[in-house]
């Protein structure tokens, strides 16, 4: 019978409880003993040729008989009332087929109620005005000119410390502040604890912020047939969308299905309902034919999120010994015109080091600009780089190795629950980083500056070319979480189907569910195949993000492949004539000491006729007892150049412990991407806003720098690859973002050791450099 | 930071339209007759004309490198021409690179390095590849950095990117 129970989760920094539905008994993680046929090893994708051949269909793709485009209007200013608003003019261009505004559609609630779906008042340059449907994008482009909208301009407030202030602007009615007040941890006795402190450092720290820039925007095709709606949508949570879609348009959740097959890239930017799929659904209602609308480039970058800039005033104090005392966060986060999500910047400072006396304060606030998301370890990202800085400035005041300072300090519970951990291997990942990177012989020298600088020329010339070294570490969740569903169906030929309602964001989860079902059934895994991404399937698996995926539906495939084979030994015993206990499936065939010779499984269903065995999972609920948590280190290597400023990164060694270790080849993408990710954070990546209009300057590829294949360091990385038994029946968790989190961190450090100064603003650019340098 | 914007020389070419205008183009060795308007890039007309949807596109505008194909075995950027400027001439799409359903070199490596996750620039990669490998059958780590610096990849595949370039040229080069 199903159990009821309630379970602790932990999503992106987010702590909550919530119910559970049991069924049947739990496994547990594969020990050492057992052999592994699939687990750890590397497995290429299993769907690398349709992506290589350009047969696989992204949303951006789907062109369906009598498809038409949708453009949408978006607001010039960064605050204003709609006075007026005349489409009459776009109506009547040859092509258009509809003009939706808020004088036509219905006024639906959106993000908690700060906006509607077409909103009169407009909150941010890029926010949603009106949407032209029309046969050819190039026709309902077009027609956007030939809206004429009548605007009230409205004072707007950029910034979020001036957004503050009792006389600015109100963004939303409810005021700045999110919540309308602070969002406060406390720990201990702050004011004991830096009483304590032989040593007190403070500082402030900014960070912009960084767009994410999927290289498929956001979009979505939107198709009815009588009253059920399809959609695709190139989205993290295809089971959110259709909630989304259901609750605003008023369908009961069987009439709405929800399709992702391939998705370029969201980095938590593609979590929840967007506007456009809405407004393509409306589209396709108002026009009776499918509607396609997918964000342009700009769109893309005005309106799909950011990563919020943060302001941080920290300030820790410690004994002479380097033993944390206290620690104290005051966070500012941009939030932009809407937000029901704050990243938590304070994360890293909590959870990160042992101190008994910790507070966090975060302000969210709003500000007439675009909105943010979560983009990859929200919240950690930036505060691990302020609380990294401080730690690596504390070591250099109190003239202790930065490294030794971090073990001084090491936590071996988490310290917001009591809990211990689980695993925790980052101690192991601090000594195989330093060894794997040189990190003592590279510090050794009491002026590791002076010691590192590359002469440029002949002895006595003045040096251009300063090297430093530099680390960071990093603390985040990934342990997964119910509720997540699996069937997984052996059909009569042998061969094995996966069914999940997950989807694959890149990161590679086909092939790894499919090795989990091989590994479980005992099947060759070129006879698996794993469906997902369409809610039809009607297997429920949560968002695609927070590193949670392969520790979410990965047991609950391994439970569903468990009872298949299960029933599946039950069957093959009575058809065989053999005792089920001397049966064993092993590459697909069935042997048994009272057999002759190994048996195909399709032999034996076969005789079945149609017969299916049908086995179901579900996600067991995480343990109450423990923390289960990711950790990592890495370490940077840098050289600057005095006379450009231009940093490069000349290495970079990472160890991370997400525990077991399932495809170790799409685990390496997952790390090298997120370095990279991060590097490009720490040295180039910044919207930049104009101060006077509130425009994003840089809301395209050209101007927004990303990293490029000239960019690249070398990337060294281990993982400590020790299964977390407690975590989950697999022993794995999430990989997605830890490597993003220390990176920038690790690079600032490094930059700080080449100058002898440290730079407290991200990106570290070349006019930054020389400022610091004093050259400009 | 994008670097190396392949674009199409201009050309000559005799003025059409308005509206829409037949045109010849030759794909992956098949010629097809479409209808367009001037306006229409040949990126578009590959995809919403002829279907192919394999090429990319991320930005429109010549930034990103997701819709490169190769024009008279050049590579360019696809948003970047109309498709009227490129009439009668050799258009080379992902989709061509497979004979009789066996991979391309260039693609098998791809997969067996994994020089890809989401895969939306991985089309663009491959051609750029192609073009070099076609060029330069034995590259060094420099000159594939280089082929492929026009083309962004968000998801940071780009040393494994390198790997499989590297390992294709080999694969190209024993005649596999
Ligand atoms: S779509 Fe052509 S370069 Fe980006
Ligand atoms: S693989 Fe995602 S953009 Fe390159």
Redesign the pocket.
């Known amino acids: 019978m199903p159990k009821v129970i309630k379970t602790r989760t932990e999503f992106e920094g987010h702590v909550f409880e919530e119910y559970v539905v049991v069924e049947g008994e739990g496994l547990s993680a594969w020990d050492a003993q057992t052999p592994l046929r699939y687990i750890g090893r590397q497995i290429p994708r299993t769907d690398g040729p349709e992506r290589v051949t350009g047969k696989a269909v992204y949303t951006f793709d789907v062109q369906l008989p009598g498809m038409l485009y949708g453009k949408i209007l978006r607001s010039p200013h960064p605050h204003a009332r709609i006075k007026s608003i005349n489409t009459q003019r776009a109506e009547r261009l040859p092509g258009v087929r509809a003009v939706l505004s808020f004088k036509n559609a219905p006024k639906l609630s959106f993000r908690q109620g700060q906006t509607f779906l077409f909103d009169e008042i407009v909150r941010y340059v890029g926010d949603e005005v009106a949407c032209v449907i029309a046969d050819e994008e190039e026709i309902a482009e077009d027609a956007l000119e030939l809206i004429e909208v009548e605007y009230e301009r409205l004072p707007f407030v950029l910034d979020p410390e001036e957004a503050l202030r009792p006389e600015a602007p109100n963004v939303q009615p409810s005021g700045n502040l999110l919540n309308g007040k602070p969002d406060i941890y406390e720990r201990g006795d702050l004011d004991r604890g830096f009483s304590q402190a032989d040593l007190i450092v403070e500082r402030t720290f900014r960070t912009q912020c960084a767009l994410h820039n999927c ?1 498929e925007t956001h979009g979505s095709v939107a198709l009815w047939e009588g009253d059920a709606l399809t959609v695709w949508d190139s989205t993290q949570h295809i089971f959110g969308v259709r909630a989304g879609l259901a609750q605003l348009l008023g369908l009961p959740l069987h009439k709405v299905r929800v399709i992702k097959r391939y998705m ?2 969201g980095f938590g930017s593609k979590n929840g309902l967007g506007k456009y799929t809405v407004i393509a659904a409306l589209g396709a209602k108002a026009t009776g034919r499918p509607v396609k609308i997918m964000l342009d480039r700009h769109e893309e970058n005005l309106a799909a999120g950011n990563r919020p800039s943060t302001i941080q005033h920290l300030k820790v104090g410690a004994r002479r010994d380097g033993t944390l005392t206290a620690l104290e966060l005051k966070a500012i986060v941009n939030a932009g015109a809407f937000c029901t999500w704050p990243p938590s910047v304070g994360g890293p400072a909590r959870q990160l080091y042992l101190c008994p006396n910790v507070k966090t304060e975060q302000y969210t606030v709003f500000t007439n600009t675009g909105p943010l998301s979560a983009f990859r370890a929200p919240g950690y990202v930036e505060g691990t780089f302020a609380l990294e800085s401080l730690m690596d400035e504390l070591a250099h005041e109190l003239k202790i190795d930065p490294l030794e300072l971090r073990l001084k300090n090491y936590a071996e519970i988490d310290q917001t629950t009591g809990r211990p951990y689980s695993t925790k291997g980052l101690r192991e990942a601090y000594e195989r980083g330093a060894k794997l990177f040189g990190w003592k012989a590279l510090t050794s020298n009491p002026s590791p500056v002076a010691h590192l600088r590359e002469r440029g020329g002949a002895v006595g010339e003045r040096a251009t070319k300063l090297r430093g070294v530099g680390m960071a570490s990093q603390i985040w969740s990934g342990n997964g979480m119910p509720p997540a569903y699996a069937i997984v169906k052996i059909n009569p030929d042998g061969t094995a189907t996966v069914v999940t309602g997950t989807q694959d964001i ?1 990161t590679g989860t086909k092939t790894v569910l499919a090795q989990i079902a091989a590994e479980e059934l005992g099947f060759p895994i070129e006879k698996i195949s794993v469906e997902i991404g369409d809610t039809q399937l009607g297997l429920y698996a949560p968002l695609s993000a927070g590193s949670m995926t392969v520790a979410s539906v990965g047991p609950a495939v391994r439970l569903a492949a468990h009872e298949a084979r299960q029933q599946l030994l039950d069957v093959a015993a009575q058809v065989l004539e053999v005792p089920r206990e001397s049966l064993a499936i092993c590459d697909g065939l069935l042997s048994s000491p009272a057999l002759k010779e190994a048996v195909a499984i399709k032999d034996v269903l076969e005789k079945l006729e149609n017969f299916m065995i049908i086995g179901r999972g579900a996600r067991e609920p995480n343990p109450e007892d423990v923390a289960v948590n990711t950790f990592g280190a890495q370490f940077a290597e840098v050289t600057v150049d005095t006379e450009t400023g231009e940093v490069k990164v000349e290495r970079i060694v990472a160890v991370h412990d997400s525990g077991r270790v399932i495809n170790p080849l799409t685990l390496s993408s997952q790390i090298e991407g997120g370095i990279i990710q991060g590097l490009g954070y720490a040295l180039f990546e910044q919207r930049v806003v104009d101060r006077n209009t509130g425009v994003v300057v840089n809301d395209n590829l050209e101007n927004y720098k990303l990293p490029t294949a000239l960019d690249i360091p070398e990337i060294v990385f281990e993982m400590v690859d020790r299964p977390d038994h407690r975590a989950n029946n697999l022993g794995a968790k999430g990989v997605g973002e830890p490597p993003i989190i220390p990176t920038a961190a690790a690079i600032a450090n490094a930059v700080a050791n080449a100058l002898g100064i440290r730079i407290y603003e991200l990106p570290l650019t070349r006019e930054k450099i020389l400022k610091a340098l004093k050259r400009v | 930071m994008a670097t190396k914007a392949v674009r199409p020389k201009k050309r000559k070419i005799a003025v059409r339209g308005p509206g829409k205008t037949p045109i010849k183009l030759i794909v992956n060795g098949e010629t097809h007759e479409l209808l367009v308007e001037p306006r229409r890039t040949l990126l578009d007309a590959l995809r919403k004309d002829l279907g192919l949807t394999g090429t990319k596109r991320a930005c429109d505008e010549g930034t990103c490198g997701a819709c490169t194909v190769l024009l008279d075995g050049k590579p360019i950027y696809a948003c970047m021409a109309l498709a009227l400027e490129c009439e009668g001439r050799s258009i080379e799409t992902v989709e061509g690179l497979a004979r009789n359903g066996k991979l391309h070199p260039i693609q098998a490596a791809f997969i067996e390095e994994d020089a ?7 089309p663009g ?1 491959i051609m750029s590849v192609k073009a070099l490998l076609d060029e330069n059958p034995n590259p060094t780590l420099e000159d594939v950095k280089r082929a492929v610096s026009g083309n ?4 940071g ?1 780009y040393p494994k990117i390198f790997k499989a370039a590297l390992r294709a040229a080999e694969l190209l080069r024993s005649g596999s």
Do not use: E
Not at chain 2, 116 to 122: A, E, I, M, N, S
Not at chain 2, 152 to 155: E, G, H, I, K, S
């Open positions: 290289l370029g890239g890149g | 890809l996750q989401c895969g939306f620039c991985t990669q962004l990849c968000r998801c595949a």
